[in-house]
């Protein structure tokens, strides 16, 4: 009955691999989200989508394509991997309603580092 | 733009002793949310608390309470009698309300650790 997955938990993998992070929600929610969080614990929106349309893309490097094939999931991939892209990854979705009143239900997050 | 600004790094006291967690935030809306988020040290992040910028009222929820002053924009965290379990870290968010812009800025977050 897990709310946010994502898929992998963990992720590590040699620069310059090309390499994707999967996300589904099963809470019928229409508006989903990527975040990234450093290492310095620092948590940062990098794209959001309403019903599988691109809504936020905050100047995240073109390396980063987010698809949504359906509105339950939003999938992260990585091109050319490189060092600074070592993070946990959070994906996150949010119910329709007053536009930044609901709270957004986190998945568990994947750490992915570059060797 | 909006910011979330959390002045303390680290915090560390004795179990059962209170504990105050200081958000100050910036923002042009009017219109606005706040969240409270507690991250433990298995990584998943916890919801807390969610408020409005019209709602000033105080909330308390067990030994966690909030406290929202708009004229110091400030929305703090006080957890009284704390326990063990209560080490963890601690984000404030801000959402505006403006469709399309939903997203949460962070602050970065207060580590807080309870001594047994």
């Known amino acids: 009955d897990t709310a946010v997955s994502q898929t992998p938990k963990y992720l590590v993998t040699q620069m310059g691999n090309d390499k994707s992070i999967k996300c589904e929600q099963n809470?019928?929610?229409?508006?989903m989200y990527w975040y990234k969080q450093d290492s310095k614990k620092f948590l940062k929106i990098m794209f959001s989508?309403?019903?599988?349309?691109?809504?936020i893309n905050e100047t995240v490097p073109n390396r980063f394509s987010p698809k949504s094939p359906d509105k339950a999931h939003l999938n992260l991939h990585i091109n050319s991997l490189e060092l600074g892209d070592s993070a946990v990854y959070f994906c996150?979705?949010?119910?329709?309603?007053?536009?930044?009143?609901?709270?957004?239900?986190f998945g568990p997050g994947t750490r992915l580092t570059v060797l | 733009a909006q910011k979330v600004t959390q002045a303390q790094t680290e915090i560390s006291v004795v179990e059962k002793e209170d504990v105050t967690l200081d958000c100050v935030y910036e923002?042009?809306?009017?219109?606005?949310?706040l969240f409270w988020y507690k991250q433990p040290p298995s990584g998943e992040l916890v919801f807390l608390i969610r408020?409005?910028?019209?709602?000033?009222q105080n909330e308390i929820s067990g030994r966690y309470s909030w406290n929202f002053q708009k004229s110091t924009s400030s929305f703090n965290f006080t957890i009284t009698a704390s326990q063990v379990v209560d080490s963890a870290v601690y984000f404030c968010?801000?959402?505006?309300?403006?469709?399309?812009?939903?997203?949460?800025?962070f602050g970065t977050g207060t580590r807080l650790t309870i001594i047994p």
């Open positions: 996150a979705s949010s119910p329709p309603g007053l536009a930044g009143d609901d709270e957004q239900f």
């Open positions: 809470l019928g929610h229409d508006t």
């Open positions: 989508y309403n019903n599988k349309e691109l809504i």
């Open positions: 923002t042009r809306d009017t219109t606005y949310y």
């Open positions: 408020r409005n910028s019209f709602d000033e």
């Open positions: 968010a801000l959402s505006e309300a403006r469709f399309g812009n939903e997203k949460l800025t």
